[in-house]
């Protein structure tokens, strides 16, 4: 197999994350890791040098593509690397076949980050960055805006569902968005509210304004305008930190899982399930935050860990979401032998209701530290473990 990490360009050409890792002794272990994910993807006839040239001076498309390439593995799936386009032709248990076609809300080379932070602005921005790059794709497959060879021409793409995978890349704060951004743009949901009479209510919305003061759909799943995109994958840890941990070398884990019981299940003066929020220290760098409410027969919340990466239990699909859209021409197969741990998403279209099937346990958001005093105390005091 080609060598992702033999440098092929000035240092000056290579992105700063490929610098990183393939030139930091603490990552040694993280390259065997993101090679194995390239297994067949390099064996791709005219493509491999390509790709390998675009990991390592523009990298997150690429990292994103090879997570992908080991999910599908993971998913007990094949890839048919002869054909080029869309991105991977897959074949899947039961001789299930779809194409995906991956994408990254990525950031304009150079770009440099706003001074002071607005969180209304960086929702709306990377909202509009993800309808934009789905709706890019959506040309590439219907041909529009001149596009020579659609995908909707191509003999193995034409009665098979259409995947769009896409993860945000778009600002440094880009993956600590959850799913909430993904959610406005498919199911046309607003971030929900977290505290006070109307917690975890969510407006719907129907469209966001461009600078240009142009609307850009929102909920594009909520009707028939986006038929032809069968699903989307969607992750904000299916990235190098996923890497990183995946390789158990020494780093600081920041993770929020979802939680979820029945109540006659919990065992009795269970402290992990009791309602409210309340904080745990197993071992040096080994917290937990419990956040815990009830509805009439269940007890639902979130875990947020604070832990060394010793501690720290996470698979390759943790983190993964799929949205299902109910108004696709060609559906994704409803018998798709999910594992456990990916979470999927359907919209109920009587009820305009979001229908979360996210197993107890579910990876939300994940963030990689180095281990100093000063990420310590940082992480310790904003989740109130400093008194």
């Not at 297994?39 to 390592?56: P, V, W």
């Not at 949901?189 to 461009?210: C, N, R, W, Y």
């Amino acid at each position: 197999m080609l060598d992702l990490f033999n440098p092929r360009f000035r240092e000056e050409k290579l992105h700063d994350h490929f610098r990183l890792v393939s030139a930091d002794a603490d990552y040694a272990k993280v390259q065997p890791i993101i090679q194995n994910w390239a297994t067949g993807l390099l064996d791709r006839k005219g493509e491999s040098q390509k790709f390998i040239n675009e990991f390592q001076t523009t990298f997150n498309s690429s990292m994103w593509e090879l997570y992908l390439n080991r999910a599908l593995i993971d998913l007990g799936c094949s890839v048919d690397f002869s054909k080029s386009a869309p991105d991977f032709f897959v074949r899947g248990p039961g001789n299930f076949e779809f194409n995906i076609e991956a994408v990254v809300s990525d950031q304009p080379p150079n770009a440099k980050q706003r001074k002071t932070f607005n969180e209304q602005d960086f929702k709306t921005r990377g909202a509009l960055k993800l309808a934009g790059k789905i709706r890019d794709k959506l040309d590439l497959y219907r041909g529009s805006n001149g596009k020579k060879h659609p995908y909707s021409s191509m003999s193995h793409v034409r009665g098979r569902p259409f995947v769009i995978a896409i993860a945000p890349f778009d600002n440094d704060l880009s993956l600590t968005q959850n799913n909430e951004l993904i959610n406005m743009v498919l199911f046309g949901l607003a971030p929900p509210v977290f505290e006070g009479p109307d917690f975890g209510k969510q407006d719907k919305i129907t469209s966001l304004l461009k600078a240009s003061g142009a609307p850009v759909e929102m909920g594009i799943f909520t009707n028939d305008s986006f038929k032809e995109i069968s699903a989307v994958f969607f992750s904000t840890v299916g990235t190098f930190g996923k890497a990183v941990v995946e390789s158990k070398i020494n780093r600081l884990v920041r993770a929020t899982r979802y939680r979820l019981i029945d109540k006659d299940k919990v065992e009795p003066g269970s402290e992990l399930w009791q309602v409210g929020t309340h904080r745990f220290q197993f071992a040096a760098l080994n917290y937990l935050l419990t956040q815990r409410r009830e509805s009439e027969h269940q007890i639902g919340g979130a875990d947020m860990l604070i832990q060394h990466s010793s501690f720290h239990r996470e698979t390759h699909l943790d983190g993964l979401q799929v949205y299902f859209n109910p108004y696709a021409e060609v559906p994704f197969d409803p018998k798709f032998p999910w594992p456990a741990e990916v979470a999927l998403n359907y919209y109920d279209v009587e009820s305009g209701e979001h229908i979360q099937a996210h197993p107890d346990g579910a990876l939300v958001s994940r963030q990689i530290y180095e281990i100093t005093p000063e990420y310590v105390r940082l992480l310790l005091g904003r989740y109130g473990f400093l008194r």
